[in-house]
T-cell receptor, first 115, second 114 residues
Framework: AQKVTQAQTEISVVEKEDVTLDCVYETRDTTYYLFWYKQPPSGELVFLIRRNSFDEQNEISGRYSWNFQKSTSSFNFTITASQVVDSAVYFCALRGLTGGFKTIFGAGTRLFVKA | NAGVTQTPKFQVLKTGQSMTLQCAQDMNHEYMSWYRQDPGMGLRLIHYSVGAGITDQGEVPNGYNVSRSTTEDFPLRLLSAAPSQTSVYFC?????????????FGPGTRLTVT
């Protein structure tokens, strides 16, 4: 069975602080894909990044960075110098090779960035 | 391209009523899915389809039916609505040929069952 755990339900930071959102996953597949999505207060789901299980290279995109560690089954997301516009719910998701084409989401982490 | 569209945006039903949530995509995506979003529970997969004529159950399929007669459309049917089905429903689609590709989500349908 596949599972995604986002243990942090809510995080509150002050603008310009760095914040890391944790994601731990479980899968028996040796090939799998991980995703992060953002859901701002307006409600739509916005794709942020994808990573396959063979690519452990960390990625940086502006103030966003992702740390993928297969050894700990984690795919953490860091926002550097957070801004009020970063306030949103962030979801981590997993898609394996077994079980069809299903993508399983974590419960999400709600991030509040205060001015 | 309109992307993934969902109708209606809002709906109020009484217990026992039936309705269909519509989802359409114009990107020729083979894979489509329905999720429900409830506070503290993230997005839970209801049903999904890997192509026209093929559907399968997700994590929480009870109380919902789907069909996929065309590549473009993937309606979700509630046969007898219950208050437990009050939720926000998202439809999503993606290419099947590359599992690495992300899903595109519709704007959601907010359903209230009284």
């Amino acid at each position: 069975a596949q599972k995604v755990t986002q243990a942090q339900t809510e995080i509150s930071v002050v603008e310009k602080e760095d914040v890391t959102l944790d994601c731990v996953y479980e899968t028996r597949d040796t090939t799998y894909y991980l995703f992060w999505y953002k859901q701002p207060p307006s409600g739509e789901l916005v794709f942020l990044i994808r990573r396959n299980s063979f690519d452990e290279q960390n990625e940086i995109s502006g103030r966003y960075s992702w740390n993928f560690q297969k050894s700990t089954s984690s795919f953490n997301f860091t926002i550097t110098a957070s801004q009020v516009v970063d306030s949103a719910v962030y979801f981590c998701a997993l898609r394996g090779l077994t079980g069809g084409f299903k993508t399983i989401f974590g419960a999400g982490t709600r991030l509040f960035v205060k001015a | 391209n309109a992307g993934v569209t969902q109708t209606p945006k809002f709906q109020v039903l009484k217990t026992g009523q039936s309705m269909t949530l519509q989802c359409a995509q114009d990107m020729n995506h083979e894979y489509m899915s329905w999720y429900r979003q409830d506070p503290g529970m993230g997005l839970r997969l209801i049903h999904y389809s890997v192509g026209a004529g093929i559907t399968d159950q997700g994590e929480v399929p009870n109380g919902y039916n789907v069909s996929r007669s065309t590549t473009e459309d993937f309606p979700l049917r509630l046969l007898s609505a219950a208050p437990s089905q009050t939720s926000v429903y998202f439809c999503a689609s993606s290419y099947r040929r590359d599992r690495e590709l992300e899903q595109y989500f519709g704007p959601g349908t907010r359903l209230t069952v009284t």
